[in-house]
Every structure is written in C-alpha cells, then in structure tokens.
C-alpha cells in the first residue's frame, strides 16, 4: 500500500517548496511537489524529485567515525557515540581550562535551513562561551543595503510579479534559484510583459525573457545612476512620491547629472543608447517590478550597488501599485518565528570575552600563526573546504594536526577528511523542524516520515548529547526534538498568532501556510520614509563606487589584454556544494567550466573546449573553457562548487577568491576577483 506524507524542502533555496513523499513499506518511493503547498505549483526541480536516492544512497555517513591516518587521507574507524561524545567533550573540557572556550569556532552555514536543526547549535555554543562565526558568506551586504534605505519594509512575495507589468531580473539566474517565480513568469497572463536580464552572462534562464544585457561584473551602480540621470533629465520621476515616501531625495538628485548614459557606457559595457531606451521603459512602466539576485552585492562595492538598485526602484513611484517595487530582498516585515527562542543569546556570559572570525576569513582564523588561535572547530550544516574563499590556506588550517576538528554530515565531503571525529547526520525526512521561507511569505512545519538509518542523528539530538557530556544542566537541552518544535508553536510570534484556526492546526500537524503579503507603504524605517540620503553611513550620500576588481585594473596601466573578472553562478544541478552524492545529477552537470568571450579567449590564444590555467596572486586552476558571445567581455563565469578532486590539477574556483569584504555587511566578494587565464601546457 502506498503512504503519503508531506514535508517541505529543506535546502538553502529561496522558494521553500512543499513536497509529497510516496511511501511503500514504509520507504520513501517517489517525491513529488505537495499541491497544498503555497508555492510550490510549479512542480519541484529536479534535484528534488530524486530526493530519497540521496536519502537512501550508499554514501551515507552511518557512523560515528574516528581518524585513523593523515588528515586527508579519509581512513577513519567506526566508534560508539559514546565514545565520539566523550571524545570530545574531553577535549574541549581541556581546551576550556588551558585557553577558555574562544579556542573553540563553531562552524555553520546553511546545509539544513529549517530553524531548529539550523541555529539550535547556537544556543549550546552560547552556553560555552565558544568564539562567533560571523556569518557573512551568502548576501549580508544587500541585505544592508536594502535595510539601510528601507529599514524593515517588506519587499514583494514573488506571488505578486502577476501584477507587474514590466520585469527587471537583476542578478539572479532564475532558472537554478527561482524556479517557482520563473514559472509564474512565463504564464500565459504574463508571457506578453516586456522582461528584461541584467546579467554578466546570458544565464540558463536568459532563453525566458526578451533580452539580456551583459553587463561587466561589478558595474551595476553606474547602470543604476545612469537610469536615474535620465529620469531626471526627462521629468519622469514620480514628485508626489518622493516628497511623501522618501527623505534626503533633494541632496542626492544634484548628483546626479554627472552620470550620464555615456558615462555609464565605458563603465559597464553596455551602449548608452540602451541604458535611456531601458530607463525610458522603466518609467512608462506602471508597475515595474525589479527582481534583485544576490549575484551584485558580492563585492567591494556590492551594498552601493544594491542601495543605488533600491532608490532607483522609488523614483517613478513604482512602489505605490500592485507589483511594482522591488523582490528578492526580504518580502516579510515581521519575522514569523522568535529566534531567540532557539538561539538563546541569553545563554552567553555577558561580561564573558567574545572573540568572533568572519566566514570569508575562515583561513586567517585557521592560520597555526594567528594570535587567536583556534584550537578545535565544529562544523555542522557547512562545507567549508568547498564554499569559502582562499580555499589553499583553508585547506591548510584544516591540515594543522593541532586542529581537533569535528564534522557533522551526512558524507564524506571534503572538510570531513580532514576532521578528527565525524559524527552521522539525517535528512529533513528524519527530524522535526518548522521552515521559515526566505523568498516567500510562507510558513511551514515538517515531522519525522522515516526512521533515520543506522546511528545518524540530528543537530537537536546531537547538541543534546554533548551538553549533557559538557555538564549543561538548561532544561532546553533535556527536551526532546518533538518538545522543541512544539514548544516554539506554544509561543508563537503575533503574525503567527493572528492565523486562523485551520492554519494553526496545518502547522500543529506538519504543512505549510501562507502568511499575509507586506504592506509595503508600511516604511519600517524611523523616520517613516525610505533614506535616499543616510546619515548613519560612512557614504552617506549614495555615488559610484569602483569594486575591488575596477580599482586594481585601473591602477594597473601596463596591461595589454583587458583584465578579466572571475563571478561565480549557481549550477542547476547542484546547490552549493550538495548533490554530490547523486549521480544522475553529477553526469547531467559535467565538469567545471570557464565561461568566456570568444575574443577575449582568442586574443590569449584559447579555442573553445580547451583546458586552461586560470591564475592569480592567489593561486591556480586548471579549468576548461567554453567560448560564447553572450558575456561581457572581461568577465569570466564559473558555474556551481565542484570537490577539488573533481578538477584537473585537484582545485577548484574558491582558491581564486579572497577574503576581502564588501562595503557593507561585512560580506562575501565572492564575484569581485581579477584572474588571468592562459593555455595550459603540459
Ligand atoms: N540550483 C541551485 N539553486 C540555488 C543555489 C544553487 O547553488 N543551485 N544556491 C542557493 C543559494 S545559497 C542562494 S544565496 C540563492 C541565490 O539566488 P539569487 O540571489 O537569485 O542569486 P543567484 O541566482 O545566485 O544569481 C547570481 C547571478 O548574479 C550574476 N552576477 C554576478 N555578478 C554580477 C554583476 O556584477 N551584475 C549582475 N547584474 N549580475 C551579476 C551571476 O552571473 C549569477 O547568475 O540561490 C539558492 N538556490
Ligand atoms: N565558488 C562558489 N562559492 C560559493 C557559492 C558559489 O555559488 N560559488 N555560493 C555561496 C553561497 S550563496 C552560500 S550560501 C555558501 C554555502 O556554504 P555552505 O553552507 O558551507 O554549503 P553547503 O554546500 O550547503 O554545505 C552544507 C553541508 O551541510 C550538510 N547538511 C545538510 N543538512 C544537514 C543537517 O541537517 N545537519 C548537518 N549536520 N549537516 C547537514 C550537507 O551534507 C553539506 O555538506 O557557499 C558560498 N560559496
Ligand atoms: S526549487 Fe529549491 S526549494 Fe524547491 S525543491 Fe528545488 S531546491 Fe528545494
Ligand atoms: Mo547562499
């Protein structure tokens, strides 16, 4: 007989999709989109429609497992948890006494992104005293950018772009990381609304909309001022709005005559007639909707970028109709869960010493030589062997034999080679947890289908068992899983509260709801307006400022080929660096790929499909290229993480990145690296 259950998607993917588990003797057979489900009418994709081959894949971590050669070498042995706890808790009991707790970095990202299994390792790590992560690596630096000019005002939930008449997508390839809105895009009712790509490349999902513009990585600001010079030039910025809605409006609007389409032009690579024809279609627009990726705000000068792409989007008042403003920042003015509730902040000593390392600057906090030297990390949900920038020394760190490092996983990826213990983890399918959605305004919870196998356990369960071998005696870590879920629905937030019956009742049993949209004239600002003009900034008065990889070119002058920026794009069949284990999924993705203009390839003598060396200060790839024309010239793409031994020559693209950060938010720059690329000769 065949079971059906629901659960909902617990990756790091803005949509949030709800899922129907088909189950045969109690094994999940087949994975299908739950049609309950608030979003997910577009079907899931692919990665997920196969999701129990990764749940019951042969590559499952099932064990705790102990080292038993080199870093590295992936020789470990089978222990008992009792064992692997008292293991480390015995280490960190002696760490605590010689060097205090600070010498312990907890290491988390966005592996499972339900809220309990996500931030419940926070809470224990308060209790320590351990030193903070800071957790910078996805999209901090828009996410202060847009604050900084619209404070809490929630942005649209993708559901109302059916209102839009007119769509900027800037930023994000729709096709890998919004499927669900792409969908909705393409509807008959919508198929006929102009769309618009700002891209470096022509991205897998550029075939959707009616042009793309491939614009140099890291200029989107002069785009954004040059659109807005020619809306004040020509009248047709919205005045009633701006003295309503907005302050600092006037100061701002003085500067903006220098920044003409021309200007513009040699800035970003984009023809000055196209930046007024865009300007011009943006203001006859009624209610243009801007859709902001992340993919801008990843560099030096990312949170300008995104600020200078939020106060475009006020100027023609596009804000005041359905589907107008801005998507793809936070669509929620409240949050639906109360965090603290799982983090515990009130856990940590206040007068205790923090110490904190930012995530892009994972290698200088593993440095043997650093001051404040780590002695143990824990990682959990995270892979930062993969993912973090600087990836030769980050290896190195993990290499230090002074290191005691502890992998919570499902498998074996690349930073659990080099761990001292690793400990099982389980599926989403296997663990209770409510799911907050970051790109909708859905809320959802989820509870255990199937038994985990052999001896994994969850976050929960594991941070539960090492408190109790630390001798933390808080009641939060004597509940149970199940207590905790239900214990966070017991003390719901007021927009939870405020949800009828049956929607209570859908999250008591395990689904998810829609939550009301924003209203987005609500300004969750002080002042009550958006700030064009803020003072609390070191700029406070937005301008054009040059990434890191515009200011080292111009202050190179002897250079005779164009410099060429290396951005990173999320890959269609992975999601960061999951789906490893699968693969159907692998074949489909083939290997690691430069993407890059035919002339600026020819002019260094590489012919399409041919292996080249990618290079910097930094270190060297091996990678292959792939010659097209739609790309921005001096712009190079690398598509999806893949493991180092995935590539020829055993590195990936994250040794090509830095661990500079972005102007605001302290961020990532990923996208904002300056590589040279010639034919690899054996
Ligand atoms: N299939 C799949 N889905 C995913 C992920 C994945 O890896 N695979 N990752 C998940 C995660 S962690 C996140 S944060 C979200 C991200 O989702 P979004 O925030 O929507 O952003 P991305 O789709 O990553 O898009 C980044 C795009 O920005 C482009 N870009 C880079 N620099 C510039 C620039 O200077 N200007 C312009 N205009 N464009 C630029 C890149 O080419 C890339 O296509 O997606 C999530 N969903
Ligand atoms: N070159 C390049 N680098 C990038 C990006 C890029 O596009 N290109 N994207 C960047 C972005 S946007 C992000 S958000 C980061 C992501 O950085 P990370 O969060 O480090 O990346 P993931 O690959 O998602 O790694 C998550 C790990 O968590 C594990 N995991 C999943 N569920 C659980 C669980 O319930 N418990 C435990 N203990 N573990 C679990 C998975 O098996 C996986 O190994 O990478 C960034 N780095
Ligand atoms: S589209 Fe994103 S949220 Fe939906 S099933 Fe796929 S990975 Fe999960
Ligand atoms: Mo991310």
């Known amino acids: ?44 994709c692919r990665k997920m429609q196969d999701y129990q081959k990764s749940i019951y894949s042969d590559k499952r971590i099932l064990t705790p497992l102990k080292r038993n050669g080199k870093k590295g070498s992936g020789d470990y042995l089978p222990i008992s948890w009792e064992e692997a706890v008292a293991c480390i ?31 419940c390792g926070d809470a224990f790590f308060n209790r320590m005293g351990a030193a903070i992560l800071v957790k910078a690596l996805c999209c901090p630096a828009k996410e202060a950018a847009y604050q ?66 491939c614009i140099k990585a890291g200029t989107d600001g002069a785009l954004a001022l040059a659109m807005m010079h020619v809306l004040e030039r020509e009248g047709l910025i919205d005045e009633d709005f701006i003295n309503n809605y907005t302050e600092g409006f006037d100061i701002f609007r003085k500067t903006l005559f220098s920044y003409t389409p021309e200007w513009a032009q040699d800035k970003t690579g984009l023809d000055a007639g196209i930046i007024r024809r865009l300007a011009r279609e943006y203001a006859a627009a009624k209610a243009p909707a801007i859709i902001l990726g992340s993919g801008n705000s990843r560099y030096g000068n990312g949170g300008m970028t995104v600020r200078l792409i939020v106060i475009l989007s006020l100027l ?17 003015d409240t949050s639906y869960v109360n965090m603290n509730l799982i983090r515990r902040p009130d ?88 799911y907050r959605c970051y790109g909708y305004c859905t809320l959802g919870t989820a509870l255990p289908i199937v038994k985990a196998p052999g001896e994994c356990k969850s976050n929960w369960d594991t941070f539960c068992l090492l408190a109790r071998a630390m001798g933390y005696e808080e009641d939060y870590f004597k509940r149970t899983e199940k207590e905790m879920l239900d214990w966070v629905l017991n003390h719901p937030t007021e927009a939870v509260s405020k949800l009828p019956e049956d929607k209570q009742q859908i999250l008591k049993k395990g689904g998810s709801v829609s939550m009301p949209f924003s209203d987005h004239l ?45 951005v990173a794009s999320p890959g269609l069949y992975s999601l960061n660096s999951e789906f490893r ?66 590539c020829p020559g055993g590195k990936a693209m994250n040794a090509l990145t830095s661990w500079r950060l972005s102007d605001m938010g302290e961020g990532t720059t990923l996208n904002d690296n300056l590589v040279e690329i010639r034919a690899f000769r054996e």
């Open 89 to 119: 808790s015995d280490r960190w009991k002696s760490i605590i006494k010689e060097t205090g707790p600070e010498a312990i970095l907890p290491f988390s990202y966005s592996g499972v992104m339900s809220d309990i299994q996500c931030d």
């Open 1 to 44: 007989m065949i079971e059906v259950k629901k659960s909902i998607c617990p990756y790091d993917c803005p949509s949030s999709c709800g899922l129907l588990l088909e189950l045969e003797d109690g094994k999940i057979i087949r994975v299908k989109r739950d049609p309950d489900h608030p979003v997910s009418r577009n079907g899931i």
């Open 316 to 332: 023609t008042g596009a804000w005041k109709q359905a589907g107008g403003g801005l998507c793809g920042c936070t669509p929620i």
């Open 581 to 646: 284990d699968r693969e159907d999924l692998i074949k489909k993705r083939g290997p690691q790929i430069l993407i890059i203009h035919s002339i600026d390839a020819r002019e260094r003598g590489i012919e399409d499909g041919q292996l080249v060396e990618a290079f910097n200060q930094q270190s060297r790839i091996l990678i292959k290229a792939r010659l097209t024309e739609r790309i921005a010239r001096g712009t190079v793409v690398c598509e999806g993480i893949y493991r180092r031994d995935e």
């Open 148 to 213: 900084s000019v619209a404070g809490n005002t929630g942005c649209l939930d993708p559901r109302e772009l059916n209102d839009s008449d007119f769509y900027i997508i800037w930023g994000s390839n729709m096709a890998a990381t919004r499927i669900q809105a792409l969908a909705d895009l393409n509807k008959p009712s919508n198929r006929r609304k102009r769309k618009v790509l700002i891209n470096t490349y022509a991205d897998p999902s550029s075939k959707h909309f009616d042009e793309t513009l």
């Open 522 to 566: 609500k300004i969750g600002t002080a002042s009550g307006r958006f700030r064009i003009v803020n003072d609390e900034l070191k700029e406070a008065v937005p301008r054009y400022l040059p990434s890191y990889g515009e200011q080292e070119e111009l202050s190179d002058k002897t250079k005779t080929t164009r410099t060429l920026h290396l």
């Open 347 to 434: 856990f940590r000593q206040p007068e205790a010493k923090v110490s904190s390392f930012n995530i892009n600057q994972t290698a200088h906090a593993l440095a043997a030589e650093a001051d404040e030297r780590v002695r143990s990390l824990y990682v959990y949900g995270a892979n930062p062997a993969n993912t973090v920038s600087c990836q030769d020394e980050v290896i190195k760190g993990l290499k230090r034999e002074d290191l005691f490092t502890v992998v919570h996983d499902r498998f074996m990826t690349e930073t659990a080679m080099y761990a001292d213990i690793i400990l099982p983890a389980t599926f989403s399918v296997e663990q209770h947890d409510i």
